[in-house]
């Protein structure tokens, strides 16, 4: 037991320093090629740095699932329960504060509020990523902290802020983490993500291998690569982070529609600022400096003339 704790142990730090080598030997070639004006790797000193360091951190995480011990049936109940969070103990402020919420089973819940109101870190916070400091998260009434987090991530799709795309092709990024890739299910993804046009354009269309060492894609088409993605899990809560922030207003009004259409039977929770991902939510709430300030349909805070009335007014002055 104890020697094999210690070969793990030798062997992780082995394949850590042999990663460290790498990088620095990549480094050095970087740097060359920069001051040879040639180089053409999006990857910087910095950031592979920093992704050696992540890995070490990933490598000394405890397993998250120790501390749960109930599985995850059907989602009925996603509840938030006077939730308040920090991301640094020794700050004062709260970047979530108290806020209690019920998210609709099989509904669309908008989140809306301005830049840096928490509308991110909320999400994170309802996918385990953090822990609040206050307050409970209940889904089918457990506590958060005591399900298997892998199954209750399992049954969410997500597209984050930060969402990435691998050095693969289209086909192989839409199916991610599954074991068999159906490609009938990878276009079925793709259409209701309004990508498919695009991807019917590329060299090898679904076999185009795109990433750091194939494709670039626009924002916009990375971003519906990534909706793409999530739909193909087929989860029964999809959540999208400003997932149609780079596309244009045609292009993100087809995929609310497709949404609307295909994905009735969909937990959705969206963060958005345009008002036509919004409009037809059934709950939109608003969020400011952490606080759940509004709470209601489109028409209904409308009527209340508060914060989201001044965001829409706003927004249709500006266009
Ligand atoms: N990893 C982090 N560490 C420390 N502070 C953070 C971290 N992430 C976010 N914050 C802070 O928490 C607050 C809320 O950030 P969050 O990203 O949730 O806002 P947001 O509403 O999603 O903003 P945006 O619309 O710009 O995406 C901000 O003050 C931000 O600076
Ligand atoms: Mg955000």
């Known amino acids: ?15 850590l320093e042999i990663l460290k080598r790498i990088g620095n030997a990549y480094s050095k070639y970087y740097e060359i090629k920069t001051n040879e004006k040639l180089c053409i790797f999006p990857l910087t000193k910095d950031v592979f740095k920093k992704s050696l360091d992540r890995l070490s951190e990933i490598q000394n995480k405890e397993d998250e699932n120790l501390n749960g011990n109930v599985g995850v049936d059907i989602i009925k109940q996603i509840c ?23 998210i609709p089973i099989n509904k669309t819940t908008a989140i809306v509020g301005q830049s840096g109101s928490g509308k991110t870190t909320l999400i994170k916070i309802l996918l385990g ?22 199954q209750w991530r399992d049954k969410c799709g997500s597209v984050l802020q930060d969402g990435f795309i691998f050095s693969s092709t289209v086909a192989e990024n839409i199916a991610l983490g599954t074991k068999r890739l159906d490609i009938d299910r990878v276009k079925y993804a793709s ?39 999530a739909i193909y899990k087929d989860p029964e809560v999809l959540i999208f982070d400003e997932a149609t922030s780079h596309l244009d207003t045609e292009n993100e009004k087809n995929i609310m529609l497709n949404f609307e259409k295909y994905l009735k039977n969909k937990t959705i929770i969206v963060i958005a600022h345009r008002l036509s991902t919004v409009v037809n939510a059934d709950k939109i709430i608003y969020l400011d400096k952490g606080q759940m300030t509004e709470e209601g349909t489109h028409s209904s805070l409308l009527r209340k003339k508060g914060s989201y009335y001044n965001l829409i007014k706003n927004q249709l002055q500006n266009n």
């Open 191 to 229: 259409k209701i993500a309004c990508a498919d046009e695009f991807i019917s354009l590329l060299p090898n269309k679904y076999n185009t291998r795109i990433g750091n060492t194939g494709i670039q894609l626009s924002g916009g088409q990375k971003q519906r690569l990534l909706i793409a993605r």
């Open 1 to 15: 037991m104890l020697l094999e704790l210690v070969s793990n142990i030798f062997i992780r730090d082995s394949i």
């Open 80 to 102: 938030l329960n006077s939730i308040s969070f920090k991301y640094f103990q020794s700050s004062s402020k709260f970047v979530i504060n108290n806020i209690s919420l019920n």
């Open 129 to 150: 990523f953090y822990t609040p400091q206050k307050g409970n998260i209940y889904i089918n009434g457990y506590n958060l902290e005591s399900l298997f987090i892998d």
